[in-house]
Structure formats: structure tokens, C-alpha cells
């Protein structure tokens, strides 16, 4: 399960937005904003885009992805 927080603080931190978020996903904006807040699942494949934008480390993934 996604740790929402942590999405949300990083991106704050990073100023990206949800817009962002839905064009690495290749998907909407209520779509990303879905996924983000845990309504819809997340991929693996969208895990690893969105850790990449995050500019995560693999144990910042641990905590973000698998919390």
C-alpha cells in the first residue's frame, strides 16, 4: 500500500503536481489524484515511474510503495 503522505510531501518538496504525476503515469488528472489517495491501485510499472519522478532512492521506495 502507498504511503500517501509521503507522495504528498515529496511532491511539495519537488513543486510538482498532480498534472505531473498523470503525464509520467500516462494517465488523467482525477486518475493520478485517485492513485495518490488510494481509491485506485497502483502498478508496479506506475510505482517505478512515480519513484523516479519522486527521485527516489530504492529504500525511499520500500517506504513510499510497500509501508
Given amino acids: 500500500m502507498i504511503n500517501t503522505e509521503l507522495i504528498k510531501n515529496r ?5 510538482l503536481t498532480q498534472t505531473d504525476v ?3 503515469l500516462g494517465v488523467k488528472k482525477p486518475t493520478a489524484n485517485q492513485k495518490i489517495n488510494r481509491v485506485r491501485g497502483i502498478s508496479l510499472d506506475e510505482a517505478n515511474k512515480l519513484a523516479h519522478l519522486l527521485q527516489l532512492t530504492d529504500e525511499e521506495f520500500k517506504l513510499y510503495f510497500f509501508a
Fill in 22 to 24: 498523470a503525464a509520467v
Fill in 11 to 15: 511532491m511539495r518538496e519537488l513543486n
